[in-house]
């Protein structure tokens, strides 16, 4: 452990003091969010924190002038009434529900925790970046990636990977999609792109985006003005790979982008549902760009698939990557609303062996989870309708972290298990499992990092 005798006098951190209490407790086991009422205080005087800026994070210890132990306390109101001891190196923010996000744990990363001992905001950073980042890419190299058939992954996954508010995707091993989700990523935007930069081979690009509404969430107040145009043009194609099979993704655009353009967290679960395809009928709802009907028909060999979307866009793009597969047959891609398209093949006394049922996020928050499980509901009990009479399979998505985390993931189940009675069929669980592996998670917060639950019934 990195002791306050260590430190640099030279170093010209701000300290932001926590309460020693259990939840300083949860800090030191690896927790990375720490709320303001966790703080006592903060120090620096002239140099004060300010948004973004690296801080050290201190949890305090009231003074005993009887004793030399140091007992443990509540409430300490200014650095004149406590000693303290070294958390680790975190980024500030006055204006959001998460004062500090921990960015470095003294205990958990001991040697990285030495070299910051002898920096300063400066170079601080630059170090933690390029350790967190070349760590992760280390972890990705275990798990196989990228590899001859398989090019775009998740190489970043925010606090999982250590540093809360930044995810990045790497597409075709040629361009890596930044998704900014904090303030101290805005802030800290070049130094970023350049710890990436000198990571990546020289050829990569790096394309900058933005969640506004996360953003607003923690304080950033040029959220509109913050998404950068490239000058690449929107309908430049990135061709990657996954599984072999070849998708067309357009990540310099903002029209049917969503975010990095490809969804590489459903993976292993493309290809573990293939793996059952065999002979089978295939109905892909919300199919996006075709994963699952690809993955169906070229890595299971199912004799069709029907993949159905609300938007042109991505229906336009299923064509293409059909071309790009050289696949002529026994897949339909249809534009319409998937409510309306199943209450249709039910009319149709219409029926599929397998069925993938992966809408986009309808619960963007718990506020909103009531509403959306009524809607999972209905889109399950239809989806239900449509399977065949003798018995077929069900993967069932959500992407909503309100959804998957909720009573630890039986709240999803549950729903489906009474969209099942209202359709009059039997489910059994055969598989639960989350986004692929790449997209690590930190154990001292899990659950907070789910979001992805695919449910696969019979």
């Not at 630059?126 to 990705?140: F, H, P």
């Not at 009675?421 to 690590?440: I, W």
Request: include cysteine; charge should be positive.
């Amino acid at each position: 452990m990195v002791t306050t005798s260590e430190i640099s006098s030279e170093t010209s951190y701000a300290k932001v003091v926590v309460k020693r209490n259990r939840q300083s407790m949860e800090f030191r086991k690896g927790n990375q969010l720490i709320f303001q009422g966790a703080i006592s205080f903060t120090t620096g005087g002239e140099q004060s924190p300010q948004m973004g800026d690296l801080v050290q994070v201190m949890v305090a210890q009231e003074k005993d002038v009887n004793s030399k132990k140091k007992t443990s306390y509540k409430h300490v109101i200014s650095p004149e009434d406590a000693s303290t001891q070294l958390l680790g190196w975190g980024v500030y923010n006055p204006k959001s529900l998460y004062r500090v996000r921990l960015l470095c744990h003294t205990n958990l990363q001991p040697t990285l925790s030495k070299k910051l001992a002898k920096s300063d905001r400066e170079s601080g950073l630059r170090i933690i970046l390029n350790a967190k980042l070349s760590a992760a890419m280390a972890t990705r190299k275990a798990l196989g990636l990228p590899n001859s058939k398989t090019n775009t992954y998740r190489l970043f996954n925010g606090e999982g990977d250590g540093l809360s508010g930044l995810a990045v995707d790497v597409l075709g091993g040629k361009v890596a999609v930044v998704m900014s989700s904090a303030t101290w990523c805005q802030v800290h935007q070049v130094i970023i792109q350049e710890a990436l930069q000198n990571l990546l081979p020289s050829d990569y690009e790096i394309i900058w985006k933005t969640t506004p509404s996360r953003l607003h969430q923690d304080g950033w107040e040029n959220v509109d003005d913050e998404e950068k145009h490239t000058t690449q043009s929107p309908d430049r194609e990135v061709i990657v790979y996954e599984s072999g099979i070849s998708y067309k993704t357009y990540p310099f655009g903002e029209d049917g982008s969503q975010k990095t353009g490809f969804y590489c967290d459903q993976r292993d679960n493309r290809k573990t549902l293939a793996g059952l395809c065999k002979g089978k009928r295939v109905l892909d709802l919300c199919c996006y760009h075709g994963g699952f009907s690809l993955a169906a028909k070229l890595l299971g060999g199912a004799s069709h698939c029907t993949g159905v979307d609300s938007s042109q866009v991505a229906i336009d793009i299923c064509n293409k990557n059909l071309k790009a597969n050289e696949v002529t047959e026994d897949i339909l891609f249809v534009k319409d609303d998937i409510a309306k398209f199943m209450k249709q093949m039910a009319i149709e006394k219409q029926n599929w062996d397998v069925i993938v049922l992966d809408p986009p996020k309808l619960a963007p928050s718990v506020s909103g989870l009531q509403r959306a499980s009524r809607k999972y509901h209905s889109l399950n009990r239809d989806a239900l309708t449509l399977i065949a009479p003798k018995g077929g399979l069900l993967l069932t998505c959500t992407c909503s972290a309100a959804m998957t985390q909720k009573d630890d993931g039986r709240f999803f189940l549950e729903t489906v298990q009474k969209a099942a009675a209202a359709a009059g069929r039997t489910v059994t669980l055969l598989q639960k499992s989350g986004a692929a592996p790449c997209h690590v998670q930190s154990p001292a917060s899990y659950p907070a990092g789910a979001y992805l639950t695919a449910a696969l019934f019979w």
